[in-house]
């Protein structure tokens, strides 16, 4: 089952509003799909314990039963052995033709694993030597993980919590985080943007209703409904863009983590985490970060998803290998 992208549309609008043209890099590029009583039944997943927590998730690509390892949605991801890692057969491939919003092999494959309140994210990636992402200030879109509050089959633009693993190309590619919660923004006390922090613990955390944290970039509209979200994004370039160490052409590894805040007499407090490292260089890490409010306590992290997506069309004919992904409940 397959779900649509509205971004491009969005993104039209929101170009028009000077406010926020900057803000709308993260806004996610999926609507949501109703699934009817004749889609495959929910997949199944395993778990294996490691030596520093549990791996909720491995995958080498190595061939296309995709299906038979707990993807849905799309499990009709491309393989290649042209391009894959020293000891692996084959990588995913991602191909964008000139104006794709999508990978030729399809929208977003999905993986669902047990509900977590921490979630570390590593895989090595490679891209084509004329790869420019969107050419834009926002996108590509690249790996999302949903909640458990969130749909199976829910598109991730209007969700509960929804994180982003990506990077941005502007000469060279610059790594980013982010988060959305737009199902979670409270309407009720006036004019948004409001800020509600100090008010009510029934609102969104990825802007729209104010957020804890300082140095960090939010957005906030109405299409309708309303969106949001918020990011961190590291000060330099890390993907490089002429040969060299971090070179784009070359396979460099990235590893993400997440870690709920926690919850304290029904109050959300900003101690959530979210890092990113390059090739084994810590690059972003914020311990700041609010997830979760009091209203909202039990949510954890549960659906993993690889959905490369660049929303206004991709610029020219390029590439995006993936091999050796692994989610789990904590770095090794």
């Known amino acids: 089952m397959t779900f649509k992208h509205k971004l491009s549309m969005r993104l039209a609008l929101m170009r028009d509003r000077a406010v926020m043209a900057a803000a709308a890099a993260l806004v996610a590029s999926c609507t949501p799909a109703d699934q009817s009583i004749s889609d495959p039944p929910r997949p199944s997943y395993a778990t294996a314990v490691a030596g520093s927590g549990t791996i909720l998730l491995q995958e080498g690509f190595e061939d296309n039963a995709f299906a038979a390892r707990g993807w849905y949605d799309n499990v009709s991801m491309a393989t290649t052995t042209a391009q894959h890692l020293p000891g692996s057969a084959s990588a995913a491939e991602f191909h964008f033709p000139v104006g794709a919003t999508t990978p030729t092999s399809g929208g977003a494959a999905r993986h669902l694993f047990p509900a977590s309140p921490t979630l570390y994210v590593s895989y090595w990636v490679k891209y084509s030597s004329n790869w420019v992402g969107s050419g834009k200030a926002y996108h590509p879109h690249e790996f999302l993980i949903m909640s458990n509050q969130d749909g199976d089959w829910d598109g991730p633009s209007n969700g509960w919590l929804v994180a982003y693993i990506e990077h941005n190309y502007q000469n060279g590619g610059i790594p980013r985080l982010a988060l959305q919660d737009n199902k979670t923004i409270n309407t009720s006390y006036g004019t948004l943007p409001i800020n509600l922090t100090a008010i009510t613990e029934n609102r969104s955390v990825a802007g729209c209703n104010g957020v804890m944290e300082i140095n960090i970039v939010t957005t906030c509209f109405n299409m309708p409904p309303w969106y ?30 997440f870690q709920l805040n926690s919850i304290a007499g029904g109050i959300g407090l900003p101690d959530g985490v979210m890092q990113y490292w390059f090739n084994g260089v810590l690059v972003l890490d914020r311990h700041d970060i609010l997830f979760r409010t009091g209203a909202r306590p039990t949510i954890q992290f549960h659906q993993f998803m690889i959905a490369p997506y660049i929303g206004d069309g991709s610029p020219v004919d390029q590439y995006m290998w993936v091999d050796d992904l692994t989610v789990a409940t904590s770095k090794p």
Not at 243 to 249: H, L, N, R
Request: charged share 25%.
């Open 228 to 257: 949001n979200d918020k990011e961190v994004s590291a000060p330099q370039v890390w993907f490089k863009p002429t040969p060299g160490a971090g070179y784009k052409g070359d396979w460099n590894h990235v590893e993400g983590y």
